[in-house]
């Protein structure tokens, strides 16, 4: 685990590792080293460095401290993201030089206390590796164990480094999850997890299983989980932070593997639908990061997992169920099992737990990848305000998030023959705000909000601090999301 650290200058020893950020700018009036390094710097050479973003100069000298220069780029382009990527190539330099502790000087850009809040995210996000399947040491090098902000006035900075290590390390703890194989994160394990977490923190966790979701009758639950040896669960996790009643309600889509069923993924696309429960392991880690900050507001996370296999007992294309709240739906195709499984999740959420908003994520459709790619999460609401308050989390946490329209004309393409509603058209267009549209027939007056995570919750490369693979998505908006409910 890193270990965040601020200190004052003057208490830097001779001997360490040392990050300076330097822009372009700063760079052509050699501004960018402080006074205190004036004579180290005076002995490198630094002619090859240009301060673009995302390299690094690095000077190891005798009994002098090693200076790491990491390029900012322009003034002009600067961004809270930019100082958490250039975090992430001072974590990428230290593995490269095995170096273990660095101290890093806080530059003056935006507020002394942002720059450092977007710096230790950079590092913490950043320093992650997926290794627990590796036998071979030497394939896994080790990572940074101390981070320390150089800056003025270091006291100030303890409760943001706190809060930094507490959703940095919930979002790591969801990437693990995310990154697990079925046989270890699959809805048994999953639902035991959740209540492992809740007791730990001052959660509530009420697990129902297959028998209870059978008397509440969650038909399409169950008819997703038909196929799989293991049975369906419905995790209802509640943490009460405020005096005040009212409550948010998050809902998570824990398809632990993803086959299709009937209608089959082709190889090229099933192999990495262990990863179809990000939406999940999201909910259940912002929810201890909100426990373990102890934010004063209310919230529930609400977790249907289900295991979407092909088999004689799978659910078939023409099969017609009956959702938790009476509505009857036509399997237009297996695939679309999301949708099912979060309906049953979302109108239980409203009818029972009555929270104020209510905000679901999932990785629901492969056609939010072709719109945004793996760089934007795709977003639609039924709320102006609720739209307002997500999109200004995201903009703080970087997590891009863009909306996409809800038009009553879209409900259109979802009637079916023979039932309600079918969950799938005959014509394929318009794949996530259908998928969004079928979902908002489960909601009948609270503000709700659908994030699409396919895209952003796996990257099929590593971007800056977010590695390849799972990426945490969603627990750090989340969280923020939250937080501002709480004002
Ligand atoms: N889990 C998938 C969506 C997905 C695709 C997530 C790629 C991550 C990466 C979802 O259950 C699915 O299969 N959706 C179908 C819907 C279709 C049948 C309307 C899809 O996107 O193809
Ligand atoms: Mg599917
Ligand atoms: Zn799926």
């Known amino acids: ?25 700063q760079l052509a009036q050699n501004s960018f080293i402080p006074q205190q390094l004036s004579d180290v710097c005076a002995i490198i ?29 322009s003034n002009k382009d600067i961004t809270p993201e930019t100082l958490r990527n250039a975090a992430s190539v001072i974590v990428g330099a230290c593995l490269d030089k095995s170096v273990s502790a660095v101290h890093i000087v806080i530059p003056e850009l935006f507020s002394c206390n942002d720059a450092a809040r977007y710096i230790a995210e950079g590092v913490y996000l950043s320093n992650y590796a997926f290794n627990r399947y590796k036998t071979q040491k030497e394939e896994t090098s080790p990572l940074l164990e101390k981070a320390i902000l150089v800056c003025n006035n270091p006291g100030q900075l303890s409760h943001i480094l706190k809060e930094v290590e507490i959703v940095c390390s919930n979002t790591l703890m969801c990437r693990d999850l995310v990154n697990e194989t079925t046989e270890n994160a699959n809805p048994v394990t999953i639902a035991k997890l959740a209540k492992k977490i809740a007791a730990q923190s001052k959660i509530q966790c009420t697990v129902y299983t297959k028998k209870d979701i059978e008397k509440m009758k969650m038909g399409l639950l169950l008819a997703v989980s038909r196929g799989s040896m293991y049975p369906p669960h419905l995790v209802v996790m509640r943490y009460m932070g405020a005096s005040k009643k009212d409550a948010i309600a998050f809902v998570g889509k824990g398809i632990t593997f993803d086959t299709g069923g009937i209608n089959l993924k082709p190889s090229g696309h099933i192999e990495t639908m262990r990863t179809d429960m990000a939406g999940a392991a999201a909910c259940i880690y912002t929810l201890q990061a909100i426990a373990q900050m102890k934010l004063p507001v209310n919230v ?102 863009w909306r996409m329209p809800l038009y009553m004309e879209y409900n259109e393409e979802i009637k079916s023959d023979i039932a309600d509603m079918v969950n799938v058209p005959a014509v394929r267009n318009a794949g996530t705000i259908i998928g969004a549209t079928f979902l908002k027939n489960f909601i009948e007056h609270t503000p709700w909000a659908h994030i699409d995570i396919a895209g952003t919750s796996w990257y099929s490369k590593k971007r800056g601090y977010n590695p390849k693979n799972a990426t945490g998505f969603g627990v750090r908006l989340l969280y923020e999301f939250a937080k501002s409910m709480a004002l």
């Open 300 to 401: 529930y996370a609400v977790i249907p997992l289900a295991e979407n296999m092909i088999s004689h007992t799978a659910y078939k294309p023409g099969d017609v169920y009956t959702a938790y709240n009476g509505k009857t739906v036509e399997i237009g195709n297996t695939d679309a099992e999301g949708r099912l499984i979060l309906a049953d999740a979302l109108a239980f959420t409203e009818k029972k737990l009555k929270p104020k908003a209510i905000v679901d994520i999932a990785t629901l459709t492969g056609a939010c990848i072709v719109s945004f790619g793996e760089i934007v999460a795709a977003y639609l609401t039924n709320d102006e305000s609720l739209s307002t308050t997500l999109f200004n989390a995201s903009q703080i946490t970087g997590e891009k998030i």
């Open 1 to 25: 685990m890193l270990t965040l650290q601020a200190k004052k200058f003057d208490t830097v020893s001779q001997l360490d590792t040392i990050a300076l950020f330097c822009t372009q700018e």
């Open 45 to 73: 050479n630094t002619k090859t460095f240009k301060a673009k973003p995302n390299t690094y100069f690095f000077a190891a000298l005798n009994d002098r401290p090693s200076i790491l220069l990491i390029g900012l780029g």
